[in-house]
């Protein structure tokens, strides 16, 4: 067998359907991008239409097929309606990919209902919807791969961790409960844990050079992370050679973890 046809058929996602949401920025629309090349025909959720129709547009170029739907996840109401709208485009999805989220991160005493409550929806309870909503329908048909993508702030506290946090740990402990419920039907439930990575979502540590130059020490790779550096990771987990990885966070982090 030829090493290509070997890895197509272990990696091409050739008539899969993706959605990805957080998909027009940052690690999400790496994410995106590469689940589109590999070949599923890819729906990005993000709250703006500018970066929305720009990640479209960059992915049409490349001879993708991508569509976008902008909503907000912040309410049960804007996730099912966002989860309906994303399905009008290509059909049910065989992948669904939680990369939105926010980072509020007040220190703890101050830390409100409001900051709480947004944090949760966005992070935690809209991952939890879109799952109930596709896990299902991926389990009848025999095949689906659930992909979230945490923190370290799961792991360990440190600049103000506060409900983000709280939020990343329940989304991984989400994983698992997902995995344990849908594994059996062919659906596997991962996360991806990232270390620093140099995304607007972390814009107020990325503006610091120092601090941004301490965590990239901290790592084994010696640099930070980029968006891109989590492509491989994502087909991976997206394709057909994943099929016994289920229920795991992958720290996708330069070693920062371990180090």
Request: glycine share 12%; hydrophobic share 45%.
């Amino acid at each position: 067998m030829r090493s290509a046809t070997y890895l197509s058929e272990l990696f091409s996602l050739d008539d899969r359907v993706a959605v990805v949401t957080g998909g027009s920025s940052g690690i999400g629309r790496a994410i995106a991008t590469a689940l589109a090349c590999a070949g599923a025909r890819v729906v990005l959720v993000a709250r703006r239409e500018t970066e929305l129709a720009a990640t479209v547009g960059d992915l049409d170029s490349r001879g993708c097929s991508a569509a976008w739907v902008a909503a907000h996840l912040g309410t049960r109401e804007g996730v099912r309606a966002a989860a309906e709208e994303a399905v009008s485009h290509f059909g049910e999805p065989d992948i669904l990919v939680n990369s939105a989220g926010i980072n509020l991160r007040p220190p703890m005493a101050e830390l409100d209902d409001d900051v709480w409550d947004a944090t949760m929806a966005v992070n935690l309870e809209a991952p939890f919807l879109l799952g109930r909503r596709f896990g299902p329908g991926m389990a009848e048909r025999g095949f689906g791969r659930l992909i979230h993508v945490s923190s370290q702030q799961a792991h360990r506290a440190f600049v103000q961790s506060g409900a983000y946090g709280v939020s990343k740990g329940g989304l991984e402990s989400l994983a698992r409960s997902q995995a344990e419920a849908w594994s059996p039907y062919g659906v596997t439930a991962n996360t991806l844990v990232p270390g620093f990575v140099m995304t607007p979502l972390n814009q107020q540590l990325s503006s610091d050079p120092e601090r941004v130059a301490a965590l990239a020490a901290r790592t084994m790779i010696g640099r930070n992370g980029l968006a891109e550096d989590f492509a491989g990771a994502a087909v991976f987990l997206a394709s057909r050679a994943s099929g016994y990885v289920t229920g795991q966070s992958i720290f996708v982090d330069g070693g920062l973890s371990v180090h």
